[in-house]
Each structure stands twice: as structure tokens, then as C-alpha cells.
């Protein structure tokens, strides 16, 4: 089955840390750039960073410093690590590839609060 499929959305503190994972299946990982992306409510849907095939990164000045992306080819994984988080960082966190093919995963809630 070709998807994406997020985990480890939650609740947490401001100054809290969650690490968001995304499994991928039907796709070939290692040669596929991988993203994250997310969107509050109201909000259009804005990149937080990705992370190519060779492992180079980028990151939404939002997060500089306080997310990192990491990929695991063995296990088709891309995580996040977000530390020091803040209220504006609420969101749905959505992992994206372009593959090929071009896949959304389903979204998971990230909720800080003050």
C-alpha cells in the first residue's frame, strides 16, 4: 500500500519537546526527498522542513534552532524533533514526499500550551 502514515502528535507544555515520526510504504524512500509541513487552524498550509535524498535539510525560519529532521532509510522513517516549543507552533503536522508518487499523510495534532 502506497502511504504515509504520522505518529507521536500530543499535548504538551510550552518549553516541551515532541518527536514526530512518518512511516512510509510503497514508495522508494531512499531516493525520495521527504517533508513536513503543517497547518493552524485558519491558517494556509506551510512548509517546516525536508529533508532530501542525500540527507541535505531546510527549515521555515519559524523553527531554525528548535526543529531538526532526520531521516532513517532502513526503517523508511522521517522524523521531527521539536524542542522548545511555543503555542504558535499548534498545528496539524502533515508528512509529505513527492515520491514518486506525490503522497500526504493523514495529519497529526500538535497542541502546546502557554
Known amino acids: 500500500q502506497v502511504q504515509l502514515v504520522e505518529s507521536g502528535g500530543g499535548l504538551v507544555q510550552a518549553g516541551g519537546s515532541l518527536r514526530l515520526s512518518c512511516a512510509a510504504s510503497?514508495?522508494?524512500?531512499?531516493?525520495?526527498?521527504m517533508g513536513w509541513y503543517r497547518q493552524a487552524p485558519g491558517k494556509q498550509r506551510e512548509l517546516v522542513a525536508f529533508?532530501?535524498?542525500?540527507?541535505?535539510?531546510n527549515y521555515a525560519d519559524s523553527v531554525k534552532g528548535r526543529f531538526t529532521i532526520s531521516r532513517d532509510n532502513a526503517k523508511n522513517t522521517v522524523y521531527l524533533q521539536m524542542n522548545s516549543l511555543k503555542p504558535e507552533d499548534t498545528a496539524v503536522y502533515y508528512c509529505?514526499?513527492?515520491?514518486?508518487?506525490?503522497?500526504w499523510g493523514q495529519g497529526t495534532q500538535v497542541t502546546v500550551s502557554s
Open positions: 510503497g514508495i522508494i524512500f531512499s531516493r525520495s526527498l
Open positions: 529533508v532530501t535524498s542525500i540527507g541535505n535539510t
Open positions: 509529505q514526499t513527492n515520491g514518486p508518487p506525490f503522497l
